[in-house]
């Protein structure tokens, strides 16, 4: 069973990622052209992070920050939306979670799902796969996803650890029901913006670019 909806799940990603590209393509020029006429720099903003198994794969969001910004200030931490790091674009997308849309190419390269754990930078909060403690490595047995149960649920308000105990979650409760109830959510949850930033210590970190 859990086979037939992995099946169904990837099937759910295509066609609905590769449709919700051609609906939303006016907004994405849109947001495209109001970054690249108000900031200096590239539209779109890529990182390395950790997919399944541990693979290391490209994430793509639009741009909303400064170029270089992980090397000024705080580095990968934004404590809020004051950040001056932070475009005046870049703080309504972040806001509205719009930076996310380009991860639909990633969910048509089978790189990530619609839902999933949300996949972490390569270095942390560990460095690499390898230094992940044997509990926390069964996040990183299904895709990584555009949202997901932590999304949905503690967002950042609690530490890294605390995360991937709910991806956890989600990956021993999977099936397709479960994956649209959370889509579902994800669309309420679109028009909060609470738990996007936080303050951290070591083991946490906020919304990156």
Request: hydrophobic share 40%; proline share 4%; aromatic share 10%.
């Amino acid at each position: 069973m859990r086979i037939l909806n992995l099946c169904i799940k990837r099937l759910i990603d295509f066609t609905g990622s590769l449709i919700g590209i051609i609906i939303i393509s006016p907004i994405l020029i849109i947001i495209a052209l109001s970054i690249k006429l108000t900031s200096k720099g590239p539209v779109f903003f890529s990182q390395d992070r950790l997919g399944k198994n541990g693979k290391v794969f490209k994430i793509i969001k639009f741009r909303t920050m400064v170029v270089n910004a992980e090397k000024i200030g705080d580095g990968l931490t934004v404590k809020s939306e004051n950040d001056n790091r932070i475009t005046k674009v870049g703080k309504f997308l972040r806001t509205t979670s719009l930076d996310e849309l380009p991860q639909l190419f990633n969910v048509i390269a089978g790189q990530m799902s619609l839902v999933g754990p949300r996949p972490p930078v390569t270095y942390f909060p560990y460095d690499g796969i390898g230094n992940y403690p044997e509990w926390a490595k069964k996040r990183f047995t299904m895709h990584p996803g555009v949202t997901g149960l932590t999304q949905v649920t503690v967002r950042n308000s609690v530490s890294w650890d605390d995360r991937i105990v709910v991806d956890n979650k989600y990956i021993d409760a999977f099936n397709v029901w479960f994956d649209l109830r959370i889509l579902f959510k994800t669309m309420f949850k679109l028009v909060k913006s609470e738990n996007i930033y936080m303050q951290t210590d070591k083991k946490t970190t906020n919304k990156s670019n």
